[in-house]
């Protein structure tokens, strides 16, 4: 099973990890981020083209599927203006073993973090904005994976 929502809701982990669970399976593994706060980060807008992302987050979820023993993964991005603490992303995965359930839950968020179409602008509390590059450290991280 691929659940794959983009949009301007928030999510409810609890409800999403039950899905994932109810699928079968003993592990069910799962990562939130936030929105960190860095001293003056005021909030931060992520725009994307709905055709695009769905497309790539769907791939990701599949190429999970099929390198490790999955029951299910859940991917849940949000868009919008998000202010500091809020809820970005979701990742559920459920496997019979917690390493792939791990392992394909990390191995989803290093690609949604190099791959997946999101164009974010950053608010600062002294009004001033930019547009966000990838991090080299996110393109190592995503690269370590064969996949």
């Known amino acids: 099973m691929i659940k794959v929502v983009v949009g301007t809701a928030d999510f409810d982990i609890g409800v999403e990890s039950q899905v994932v669970a109810g699928q079968g399976g003993g592990a069910v593994a799962s990562f939130v981020g936030q929105v960190r706060d860095d001293g003056n980060l005021e909030s931060l807008e992520?725009?994307?083209?709905p055709a695009m992302t769905d497309k790539a987050l769907r791939q990701i979820a599949e190429t999970a599927l099929a390198d490790w023993s999955l029951h299910a993964?859940?991917?849940m991005h949000r868009v919008g203006k998000l202010s500091v603490?809020?809820?970005i992303v979701l990742v559920v995965t459920g496997s019979d073993h917690r390493e792939a359930a791990i392992e394909s839950c990390s191995f989803i968020m290093d690609?949604?973090?190099t791959v997946a179409p999101?164009?974010?602008k950053e608010t600062r509390t002294d009004g001033a904005?930019?547009?966000i590059e990838e991090r080299e450290s996110d393109i190592e991280?995503?690269?370590k994976w064969r996949k």
Request: without cysteine; proline residues 0%.
């Open 46 to 49: 992520l725009e994307h083209y």
């Open 73 to 75: 993964v859940t991917i």
């Open 85 to 87: 603490g809020e809820n």
């Open 111 to 113: 690609k949604l973090k």
């Open 118 to 120: 999101f164009w974010k």
């Open 129 to 131: 904005t930019k547009w």
């Open 141 to 143: 991280a995503s690269s």
